[in-house]
Protein backbone atom coordinates (compact mmCIF):
# COMPACT_ATOMS: atom_id res chain seq x y z
CA UNK A 1 0.00 0.00 0.00
CA UNK A 2 1.40 3.69 -1.02
CA UNK A 3 1.84 6.36 0.96
CA UNK A 4 -0.72 8.17 -0.51
CA UNK A 5 -3.04 5.51 -0.06
CA UNK A 6 -2.31 5.33 3.27
CA UNK A 7 -2.76 9.22 3.61
CA UNK A 8 -6.43 9.58 2.08
CA UNK A 9 -7.18 6.34 4.89
CA UNK A 10 -6.36 8.46 7.30
CA UNK A 11 -7.72 11.36 6.28
CA UNK A 12 -11.10 9.53 5.57
CA UNK A 13 -11.07 8.27 8.99
CA UNK A 14 -10.36 11.79 10.60
CA UNK A 15 -13.21 12.95 8.66
CA UNK A 16 -15.49 9.87 10.50
CA UNK A 17 -14.56 10.47 13.27
CA UNK A 18 -14.77 13.82 13.79
CA UNK A 19 -18.24 14.02 12.19
CA UNK A 20 -19.41 10.87 14.85
CA UNK A 21 -17.56 12.78 17.85
CA UNK A 22 -19.60 16.47 16.83
CA UNK A 23 -22.64 14.68 17.31
CA UNK A 24 -21.70 11.98 20.48
CA UNK A 25 -19.75 14.40 22.59
CA UNK A 26 -22.10 17.38 23.27
CA UNK A 27 -24.55 17.85 25.50
CA UNK A 28 -27.89 16.52 24.08
CA UNK A 29 -26.20 16.14 20.80
CA UNK A 30 -25.00 20.04 20.33
CA UNK A 31 -26.80 21.89 17.50
CA UNK A 32 -27.12 18.21 15.90
CA UNK A 33 -30.00 18.11 18.21
CA UNK A 34 -31.71 21.39 16.49
CA UNK A 35 -31.36 19.98 12.93
CA UNK A 36 -33.09 16.37 14.23
CA UNK A 37 -35.74 17.77 15.52
CA UNK A 38 -36.93 20.71 13.13
CA UNK A 39 -36.36 18.37 9.89
CA UNK A 40 -38.92 15.86 12.07
CA UNK A 41 -41.18 18.35 12.88
CA UNK A 42 -41.01 19.79 9.52
CA UNK A 43 -42.30 16.41 8.07
CA UNK A 44 -44.27 15.54 10.86
CA UNK A 45 -46.49 18.40 10.85
CA UNK A 46 -47.54 17.96 6.97
CA UNK A 47 -48.46 14.41 7.56
CA UNK A 48 -52.14 15.43 8.55
CA UNK A 49 -52.32 18.78 6.14
CA UNK A 50 -50.83 17.23 3.04
CA UNK A 51 -52.33 14.08 1.59
CA UNK A 52 -50.16 13.59 -1.24
CA UNK A 53 -47.06 13.56 0.95
CA UNK A 54 -48.47 11.25 3.50
CA UNK A 55 -49.48 8.87 1.09
CA UNK A 56 -45.66 8.95 -0.39
CA UNK A 57 -44.30 8.73 2.94
CA UNK A 58 -46.67 5.23 3.58
CA UNK A 59 -45.62 3.78 0.17
CA UNK A 60 -42.03 4.43 0.49
CA UNK A 61 -41.75 3.06 4.11
CA UNK A 62 -44.04 0.10 3.32
CA UNK A 63 -41.79 -3.06 3.70
CA UNK A 64 -42.18 -4.69 0.48
CA UNK A 65 -40.89 -1.28 -1.33
CA UNK A 66 -37.26 -2.24 0.12
CA UNK A 67 -37.62 -4.71 -2.73
CA UNK A 68 -37.33 -1.57 -5.38
CA UNK A 69 -33.96 -0.16 -3.77
CA UNK A 70 -32.59 -3.87 -4.07
CA UNK A 71 -34.33 -3.45 -7.81
CA UNK A 72 -32.45 0.03 -8.28
CA UNK A 73 -29.06 -1.96 -7.24
CA UNK A 74 -29.62 -4.85 -9.26
CA UNK A 75 -30.18 -2.85 -12.22
CA UNK A 76 -26.93 -1.04 -11.60
CA UNK A 77 -25.24 -4.11 -11.52
CA UNK A 78 -26.98 -5.75 -13.90
CA UNK A 79 -25.78 -3.12 -16.53
CA UNK A 80 -22.05 -3.85 -15.99
CA UNK A 81 -22.86 -7.75 -15.59
CA UNK A 82 -24.39 -7.49 -19.69
CA UNK A 83 -21.16 -5.84 -20.87
CA UNK A 84 -18.92 -8.34 -19.29
CA UNK A 85 -16.78 -11.66 -20.41
CA UNK A 86 -17.86 -14.83 -18.83
CA UNK A 87 -14.30 -14.33 -16.48
CA UNK A 88 -15.60 -10.88 -16.16
CA UNK A 89 -18.65 -12.08 -14.76
CA UNK A 90 -16.98 -14.45 -12.29
CA UNK A 91 -15.21 -11.55 -11.01
CA UNK A 92 -17.85 -9.38 -10.77
CA UNK A 93 -19.80 -12.41 -8.56
CA UNK A 94 -16.88 -12.66 -6.19
CA UNK A 95 -17.07 -8.77 -5.81
CA UNK A 96 -20.83 -9.06 -4.82
CA UNK A 97 -20.56 -11.87 -2.16
CA UNK A 98 -17.73 -9.79 -0.39
CA UNK A 99 -19.61 -6.81 -0.54
CA UNK A 100 -22.26 -8.78 1.19
CA UNK A 101 -20.28 -10.07 3.78
CA UNK A 102 -18.64 -6.76 4.08
CA UNK A 103 -22.69 -5.34 5.22
CA UNK A 104 -22.72 -8.62 7.32
CA UNK A 105 -19.70 -7.97 9.26
CA UNK A 106 -19.74 -3.82 9.36
CA UNK A 107 -23.70 -4.08 10.77
CA UNK A 108 -22.62 -6.58 13.79
CA UNK A 109 -19.48 -3.94 14.21
CA UNK A 110 -21.91 -1.19 14.75
CA UNK A 111 -23.29 -3.08 18.06
CA UNK A 112 -20.30 -1.80 19.70
CA UNK A 113 -20.94 1.73 19.30
CA UNK A 114 -21.52 3.07 22.41
CA UNK A 115 -25.12 4.53 20.95
CA UNK A 116 -28.25 3.42 21.79
CA UNK A 117 -31.45 5.85 21.34
CA UNK A 118 -35.14 5.58 19.93
CA UNK A 119 -36.51 6.89 16.64
CA UNK A 120 -37.92 10.63 16.51
CA UNK A 121 -41.49 8.83 16.51
CA UNK A 122 -40.53 7.43 20.07
CA UNK A 123 -38.90 9.95 21.59
CA UNK A 124 -41.27 13.22 20.84
CA UNK A 125 -44.72 12.85 22.60
CA UNK A 126 -48.28 13.14 20.90
CA UNK A 127 -46.70 12.70 17.08
CA UNK A 128 -48.30 11.71 14.01
CA UNK A 129 -47.68 8.08 13.16
CA UNK A 130 -48.25 7.16 9.80
CA UNK A 131 -49.03 3.67 10.31
CA UNK A 132 -52.23 5.12 12.29
CA UNK A 133 -53.30 7.91 9.87
CA UNK A 134 -53.62 4.94 6.81
CA UNK A 135 -53.83 1.39 8.05
CA UNK A 136 -50.39 0.78 6.09
CA UNK A 137 -48.18 -1.36 8.50
CA UNK A 138 -45.06 1.00 8.03
CA UNK A 139 -42.02 1.14 9.41
CA UNK A 140 -42.75 4.26 11.28
CA UNK A 141 -40.42 3.76 14.23
CA UNK A 142 -37.73 2.14 15.78
CA UNK A 143 -37.06 0.97 19.00
CA UNK A 144 -32.46 2.07 18.49
CA UNK A 145 -32.24 3.69 15.40
CA UNK A 146 -28.61 4.64 15.03
CA UNK A 147 -26.82 4.27 13.07
CA UNK A 148 -29.24 3.70 10.44
CA UNK A 149 -28.82 0.60 9.32
CA UNK A 150 -31.15 1.11 5.71
CA UNK A 151 -28.32 3.89 5.40
CA UNK A 152 -25.84 2.06 5.71
CA UNK A 153 -26.04 -0.56 3.49
CA UNK A 154 -26.86 1.67 0.70
CA UNK A 155 -23.53 3.72 1.25
CA UNK A 156 -21.57 0.39 1.19
CA UNK A 157 -22.81 -0.66 -2.17
CA UNK A 158 -22.07 3.20 -3.22
CA UNK A 159 -18.81 2.71 -2.00
CA UNK A 160 -18.29 -0.32 -3.81
CA UNK A 161 -19.63 1.08 -7.19
CA UNK A 162 -16.85 3.41 -6.51
CA UNK A 163 -14.37 1.05 -5.75
CA UNK A 164 -14.59 -1.47 -8.74
CA UNK A 165 -16.32 0.31 -11.16
CA UNK A 166 -16.88 4.01 -12.35
CA UNK A 167 -17.60 7.23 -10.81
CA UNK A 168 -20.65 6.82 -13.40
CA UNK A 169 -21.80 4.42 -11.18
CA UNK A 170 -20.65 5.51 -7.83
CA UNK A 171 -22.82 8.98 -8.34
CA UNK A 172 -26.03 6.98 -9.48
CA UNK A 173 -25.59 4.72 -6.39
CA UNK A 174 -25.44 8.28 -4.46
CA UNK A 175 -28.73 9.34 -5.87
CA UNK A 176 -29.65 5.46 -4.80
CA UNK A 177 -29.12 6.27 -1.43
CA UNK A 178 -30.72 9.85 -1.19
CA UNK A 179 -33.45 8.16 -3.08
CA UNK A 180 -33.97 5.61 -0.56
CA UNK A 181 -32.51 6.52 2.82
CA UNK A 182 -34.78 9.57 2.85
CA UNK A 183 -38.12 7.95 3.29
CA UNK A 184 -36.90 6.74 6.43
CA UNK A 185 -35.98 10.26 7.77
CA UNK A 186 -39.13 11.85 6.57
CA UNK A 187 -41.24 9.03 8.34
CA UNK A 188 -39.74 9.45 11.34
CA UNK A 189 -37.86 6.25 11.84
CA UNK A 190 -34.67 7.87 11.75
CA UNK A 191 -33.39 10.89 13.22
CA UNK A 192 -31.45 12.82 10.00
CA UNK A 193 -28.20 12.26 12.10
CA UNK A 194 -28.82 8.47 12.24
CA UNK A 195 -27.80 8.24 8.64
CA UNK A 196 -25.87 11.31 8.27
CA UNK A 197 -23.92 11.35 11.29
CA UNK A 198 -24.07 7.49 12.27
CA UNK A 199 -24.39 5.44 8.91
CA UNK A 200 -22.01 7.62 7.02
CA UNK A 201 -19.14 8.37 9.74
CA UNK A 202 -19.08 4.22 10.19
CA UNK A 203 -18.73 3.98 6.25
CA UNK A 204 -15.77 6.46 6.20
CA UNK A 205 -13.90 4.54 8.41
CA UNK A 206 -14.75 1.04 8.18
CA UNK A 207 -14.73 1.03 3.90
CA UNK A 208 -11.56 3.08 3.59
CA UNK A 209 -9.39 -0.04 5.68
CA UNK A 210 -11.43 -2.30 3.77
CA UNK A 211 -11.70 -1.13 0.42
CA UNK A 212 -8.27 0.86 -0.24
CA UNK A 213 -5.86 -1.54 1.29
CA UNK A 214 -5.18 -5.04 0.12
CA UNK A 215 -7.77 -6.66 2.21
CA UNK A 216 -10.79 -6.76 -0.44
CA UNK A 217 -8.87 -7.48 -3.32
CA UNK A 218 -7.18 -10.62 -1.53
CA UNK A 219 -10.64 -12.05 -0.70
CA UNK A 220 -12.31 -11.04 -4.49
CA UNK A 221 -9.50 -12.89 -6.07
CA UNK A 222 -9.11 -15.66 -3.59
CA UNK A 223 -13.30 -16.33 -4.47
CA UNK A 224 -12.46 -15.80 -8.21
CA UNK A 225 -10.10 -18.62 -7.90
CA UNK A 226 -11.80 -20.87 -5.87
CA UNK A 227 -15.44 -20.48 -6.40
CA UNK A 228 -17.23 -23.16 -8.22
CA UNK A 229 -18.05 -23.46 -11.59
CA UNK A 230 -17.49 -22.25 -15.05
CA UNK A 231 -14.96 -19.88 -15.80
CA UNK A 232 -12.41 -20.68 -13.00
CA UNK A 233 -8.37 -19.60 -13.95
CA UNK A 234 -6.26 -22.34 -14.67
CA UNK A 235 -4.22 -23.29 -11.74
CA UNK A 236 -0.38 -21.91 -11.91
Known amino acids: ?73 GALYLSFWLRETPEGRRRMLAIGIVMLLSAVILNQLCRFIPVSHASPTKFFPHVNRVAELTGIPTKDASANSFPGDHGMMLMIFASFMLRYFTRRAFLIAVAIVLIFATPRIMIGAHWFTDVAVGSLSVVLVG ?17 YRYLPGKNKPSAK
Open 1 to 73: MTTNRLLKILVLNALGFALFFSWYLPANHGFWFGVDKSIFYWFNDRLVTNKALLWLIAITNFRPFDGVALLAM
Open 207 to 223: MSWWLMTPLSDYLVNTL
